[in-house]
């Protein structure tokens, strides 16, 4: 038993006998000297011991328990997201029938996830035009490294125009649930759709 089990004990056999506040604080000061609990902490003791409780913990918190961050929730809402990643918080939240605050909570600090976007690329290129491309570029570099005259006069630049008549997916729609500091995939954008 610890020394604070003991003073507590006291404290409690003390009030049974009927002595006033004061005599109990004097008595332990004169038992513990410096080592005895501050006079507010012996007060609120006594004060819980004569209203006829038998310990000095504190009681359950009032209000309503939290029943949404249990184990089986976390396991539901996980397996929810690796269903779907696009889910939002306040689909998630109608869906498992709990709080929005509750699933921000399991998603980011239990699950450790972050809602991150597609990253945007130009467009897709099909492998010819890879190959292409590639052999363009060693051409113009060897013709760099050997020095032709007048070989950049003669290098049209143009930037590329896309119009699109639609997106079919916003930014906002591409988003899913992601480990926090992992990267997101790559959405390219589309090609002109017909009307």
Known sequence: MEREDFEINNIKFLVKLGWKGTEIIQALQNVYGDHAPKKTCIFKWIERFRDGREAVEDDEGCG???TSKTLENVDALRSLVEEDRRLTVYQ???IMIILVGSAHSILHADLGLGKLSARWAPKTLQPDQLNLRSELITEILTKIEANE???FSRIITCDETWVYQYD??????????LPRRS???IKF???LSTR
Do not use: H, L, V
């Open 92 to 94: 998630i939240a109608q």
């Open 189 to 191: 954008k589309r090609g």
């Open 168 to 177: 079919p997916e916003t930014t906002q729609q591409s988003k899913y649930w």
């Open 64 to 66: 309503r328990p939290t």
């Open 149 to 151: 005259d007048n070989f």
């Open 183 to 185: 990267f997101s995939s």
